[in-house]
């Protein structure tokens, strides 16, 4: 019997191994056999399956045919190493040369995906704000009466039933499948949060984006990329016919510009009211409770304003994104209006992005999930804004990441904040100790600085907590709405929501249920 993998289509038409070698120009050893789903892991297999066996950091995906087996699989797609190690005349295999290449088009044939009577998808990328402006995507169109499907690093989900996440981005079979389940439920919207890293590998190929759009580049994942340059190339992709068929740019930032003058796809471009040239350009009408109207010019000259209950210039900005992606994606300037002042608004809730999980009496506290210097800049100067007191920043990072960015990000911190404390965030296999050290070189080196260093993050909020009264604010920033911490290759159950509840109620203060 085969794993429970949620996200698949509960139909699909078997197709054959014969099919799929004509189609793709694969080799087809040993018999005959019909698959209905891919499978890159022997513990995501459902009945039915193609297990895709590749080359691993230490072993053969083949290594685990036996496992997948047992789960269902009726076939392999592999590479020559992956046939070598397979020594059976009665196992149907398919041989590529690079099989990870193909992933998209095998798991295209079969979820069938290339239909013409696909959902309207609407891709974003950036380094911060891809996940706020994919929940903004898909809020925005279910207020319109879409029914939508989602997928982000935080949550995916489908016409609104919510399934697990684990990677920004999925592999390719995971896409394909979520896109044709998605079809099924009768969804007419999809957004798609898509990082650098899934196009580099694969991970969106053959899915074309009606609409993409562009937040910002920033420093970070150079442990990758090496350069900016590079690192921007990497979006750049996601801006070409084999990717999308119109892109939306921010040129908000000088990256965004040079961005604009690289795609080869026709471009729409974005940009603050009286601060750059761009086709449509946003500002902040009025804020208020938590909630700002936000004011889009189109090149006609033209105002749409939206009610978007966000606060923020860089929340705003994802917002007018989403706004303009939406309307190039053929929703008229009339319907969305509809979403404007006097409404409901645009019925968004973005789990661990400036999620507030304090009360209404004692410190405001926050919970975000930026890593990088400019998230941190960006959240600390929306905070400061509403702060009539101190604003303490409890803060770490990951490990085997980018280490040059780290003293930036505490540079940072210490600029933008009264206190800071750095903590442990996600180590994964790097010392701690290292990866405070890059933030309290950057933090300690500000002239003034009042900063602490406290190793657990559950000991560290509630440092902050105590440290904390009427009018003050904590950021605690990293985790988001992660629910693990990543020690030694092993994911230990975590909330940082839940500990900085339960360091507020220790301390006497009421929380946040919402």
Known sequence: MGNAVALRPLTTTPVTLSTLATSLGL??????AKVTGVALASAAVNDGDLFVALRGVHRHGSDFWPDARAAGATAVLTDEEGLDSLVDPALPILVADNPRGLLGRVSAEIYGTRSATMPTLLGVTGTNGKTSTAFLLEAIMRGLGARTALSTTAIRQVNGETFPSTLTTPEAPDTHAMIARSREEGVTAIALEISAQALDKNRMDQVVCDVAGFTNLSHDHLEDFHTMDNYLQAKAALFTPAQAREAVVCVDSPWGVKLAEMVEIPCTTLGRRGTVVADWS??????????????????????????????????????????????????????????????????????G??????????????????????????????????????????????????????????????????????????????????????????????????????????????????????????????????????????????????????????????????
């Open 353 to 514: 992005r400036m999620e507030r999980v304090s009360g209404p009496d004692g410190p405001q506290v926050f919970v975000d999930a930026g890593r990088s210097a400019d998230a941190y800049e960006q959240t600390l100067a929306t905070l400061r804004a509403s702060t009539p007191g101190r604003l303490i920043m409890v803060c770490g990072t990951s490990g085997n990441r980018d280490a040059t960015k780290r003293p930036i990000m505490g540079s940072v911190a210490a600029e933008c904040s009264d206190v800071v404390i750095i903590t442990d965030d996600d180590p994964r296999r790097e010392d701690p100790a290292v990866i405070r050290q890059g933030l309290l070189e950057g933090a300690r080196g500000v002239p003034g600085a009042t900063v602490h260093e406290i190793p657990d993050p559950s000991e560290a909020i509630r440092f902050a907590v105590g440290l904390a009264g009427e009018g003050d604010t904590i950021l605690w920033s990293g985790p988001g709405s992660q629910d693990y911490r990543d020690i030694e290759g092993v994911k230990v159950p975590y909330s940082a929501r839940e500990q900085a509840r339960v360091a507020l109620r220790e301390a006497g203060w009421g929380e946040s249920h919402d």
């Open 282 to 351: 946003w500002d902040v009408v009025s804020v208020d409770a938590g909630s700002t109207v936000c004011a889009l010019e189109s090149p006609d000259g033209h105002t749409v304003e939206l009610l978007v209950p966000l606060v923020g210039d860089h929340m705003v900005s994802n917002a007018a994104l989403a706004a303009v992606m939406i309307l190039r994606s053929g929703v008229s300037r009339e319907e969305l209006s509809a979403l404007g002042p006097g409404s409901g608004g645009v019925p968004v809730f973005i789990p």
């Open 27 to 32: 080799a087809h050893h040993g018999p005959e």
